[in-house]
């Protein structure tokens, strides 16, 4: 006998179609029972949408309750291991207060829970699946998607007093913009902050006009955070059914990399985005002349000029990215919101990219031009040493981008290897032999091993010990024990099988000066000093600064910048560079890099996190 669906009950068609749904999806079924001890809702009153429960004693003693939660029983019981994550789905009844009838009442309830290692996919997982269960039920429906870390932010950032938090949540929940102004008022809120927490609730609407909106109103990381988090649902959105429009764009249609450009510049954060977000401790001069250099006819100093009358016209409301945004003639979001679309200065640096403007920036930041508001997340504006700057221009060094990949091609070309005072070209095939085996021992790419010039060195020094192995170039003590032992193994089989006479004095190649700079740095880094203040007590730019840096790690010191990065970069970003060079790079090269990363991607975004990747991978 044929079994169809259409004899059931529409709540049984759609138990079904549910079931199915969560059980292609991975999901197992958890079955439980009607009752569970009362103690359990005690302990989680917090959770439950009511205090009232019916209890009951059993035959045994105990206090027993019909349940009215079914998520913290799947709590209770399931134990994920590390590292696992659980997937069920579940149907049962809930028993709960009836606010109509002032009795309980029997709610059939069917869903799904996500236990464990719960990360970025389990997150769109379960809200695609959301989606498709409202989908399945046939009727029309709408998906609200809200982050509680964007409200917490908001409530951070305006200095809500713990104990007046409940209340404010409860109101918002309620929507009831009246009472939330009355009670944010009352918890000792200026009037302004309470017109912040009344605006949340206009966040409501579209996706993509919503977040958008949102963005603009961020005040602090955690926001910038939470937004950013929705916004990569996106995609995940899109494939449950619809589409998600912005600007006559279906985002769900977009690539990877076309979305991103997207939320980075027209719906994301802009105004307080972590990736270029400075040290609180650091007025801000550096970031933003790093383009004009290469494309302009401008002097030094007028384009340093440029950047301070724009940064001073459009005000202190905006941190660098805005303000490069506004000089490239970017249109995002915020500028829009803000008019800065028809500012004079809206493209007047346009013959320069974002690189070159964060040069100028970043070098401002140096010489003292430019402040940046220590209470207020990085917002920047120029002082009266910046005034004067504008008033009478001097001349300025900014430093540019080098070509590595070129440099590096000279120097071979001025030291050739082979014969006649150059590395051995046999014993140096063999290194790099063994520092691929050596990489894939370790599950790393084979320039962190050993770079290139360092073998090259060991093919000419024949280093037999590690305590030789620690004079070659870029090889320090650290990575010398780590990395060294089989080298020097095969360097010395080598030495004794040729009968190489090894020179009888091993080069330490060090600088006085720069020996203190390298001790001078390390002690900076440890102690979590800004980097343009390191950069300025040695007299160095930038750049000079990060060539400092990757010499000393390069040699084996092992070096935590983290503290740097996150106020530098934005994480999605350092985990993207970290990504490529622990599984896509071939190398070290620069170069290779930004061609692999693309434009979205700074050389000193991508040097910093190679910094940090090498330290925690191969020192």
């Given at each position: ?16 179609a549910?079931?199915?749904?969560y059980e292609?999806?991975?999901?197992r ?36 309750a ?14 994920p ?7 069920y ?20 309830q069917m ?20 989606a498709?269960?409202l ?11 809200s982050?509680?870390g ?33 009670a ?5 809120l ?18 993509a006009a ?10 602090n ?8 988090e929705l916004t ?22 977009l690539?990877?990399k ?37 494309h ?9 000029a440029r950047?301070?009358?724009?940064l ?23 500028i829009?919101?803000?008019g800065?679309?028809?500012?004079k200065?809206?493209g ?13 920036l ?9 402040d940046?508001?220590?209470?207020n ?7 009266r040493?910046g005034e004067?700057?504008i ?12 070509d590595?990949d ?17 590395a ?8 790099k032999?063994?520092?691929?085996k050596v ?14 010039p ?7 020094q ?9 004079n070659?170039?870029?090889?320090g ?5 780590k990395?060294g032992e ?78 740097y990065?996150?106020d ?22 620069l ?29």
């Open positions: 006998m044929e079994f169809s669906l259409e004899h059931l009950q529409p709540k049984e068609r759609a138990s079904f549910l079931r199915s749904l292609t999806a991975g999901c079924k958890y079955h439980m029972g009607r009752f569970e001890e009362y103690s359990l809702y005690q302990e989680n009153r917090s959770f439950l949408s009511s205090e009232q429960v019916i209890t009951f004693t059993d035959l045994d003693g105990r206090l027993l019909l349940k009215p939660d079914v998520t913290l029983s799947i709590a209770k019981t399931a134990q291991a590390p590292g696992e994550t659980l997937r789905y579940y149907h049962e009844n809930v028993y709960r207060p009836s606010a109509e009838s002032h009795t309980f009442k029997e709610i059939s869903g799904l829970e996500l236990l464990g290692a719960v990360g970025e996919a389990e997150v769109q997982q379960a809200v695609c699946l959301a498709q269960s989908a399945a039920l046939g009727a029309e429906w709408v998906l609200e998607v982050h509680m964007y409200l917490f932010g908001l409530f951070d950032a305006l200095g809500v007093p713990e104990a007046a938090r409940a209340q404010l949540l409860e109101k918002l929940r309620q929507k009831n913009a009246h009472e939330l102004r009355a944010a008022l009352a918890a000792g200026s009037e302004t902050a309470a017109d912040a927490l009344c605006g949340v609730l206009e966040l409501s609407g579209g996706y919503t977040l958008s909106k949102a963005a603009a109103l961020c005040r990381p955690a926001m910038t955070a939470a937004v950013a990569a649902l996106a995609p995940t959105l899109g494939q449950a059914g619809g589409s998600i429009r912005f600007e006559d764009q279906d985002l769900t249609r690539s990877d076309e979305l991103r450009k997207i939320c980075g510049n027209d719906i994301s954060m802009i105004f307080q985005e972590p990736m270029t977000a400075m040290d609180p401790l650091m007025r801000i001069g550096p970031q933003v002349e790093e383009a004009l250099a290469v302009t006819q401008l002097t030094k100093e007028q384009r340093r950047a301070l009358e724009a001073r016209d459009i005000g202190d409301k905006f941190k660098a990215d805005y303000l490069i945004n506004v000089l490239t003639g970017k249109t995002t979001a915020l829009k919101s803000y800065h679309n028809k500012s200065w809206f007047a640096g346009a013959e320069h990219d974002v690189r070159f403007w964060g040069a100028v970043r070098q401002a930041l140096i010489l003292g031009l430019v940046k508001n220590i209470e997340y990085g917002l920047i504006s120029v002082n040493k004067n700057f008033a009478m221009p001097f001349p300025v060094t900014v430093t540019l981008d080098h590595y070129e440099e590096e091609k000279e120097a071979e070309a001025v030291v050739p290897m082979g014969k006649g005072g150059a051995d070209e046999e014993l140096f095939a063999m290194l032999d063994l520092r691929k990489a894939k021992q370790h599950g790393l790419p084979p320039f962190v091993i050993f770079q290139d360092s073998l090259e060195d060991m093919a000419v024949y280093p037999i010990t590690i305590e030789e192995m620690q070659i170039t870029g090889v003590v650290g990575k010398a024990r990395f089989e080298f020097v193994k095969l360097i010395k089989a080598y030495v004794e099988e040729k009968e190489i006479i090894r020179p009888q004095d091993m080069i330490v190649k060090s600088v006085g000066n720069k020996s203190g700079n390298k001790i001078f740095i390390i002690q900076s880094i440890d102690r979590k000093m800004d980097f343009e203040d390191i950069a300025r007590a040695k007299d160095l730019d930038f750049d000079e600064l990060l060539t400092e840096i990757e010499g000393i790690v390069n040699s084996g010191t092992k070096l935590d910048i983290s503290y990065l996150r530098f970069m934005d994480e999605d970003k350092i985990e993207d560079i970290y990504l490529y060079f622990k599984e896509d790079a071939e190398s070290d090269s170069d290779a890099a930004i061609d692999e990363l693309g434009a979205d991607y700074t050389e000193e975004e991508i040097r910093l996190v190679r910094i940090k990747f090498i330290c925690e991978q191969g020192n």
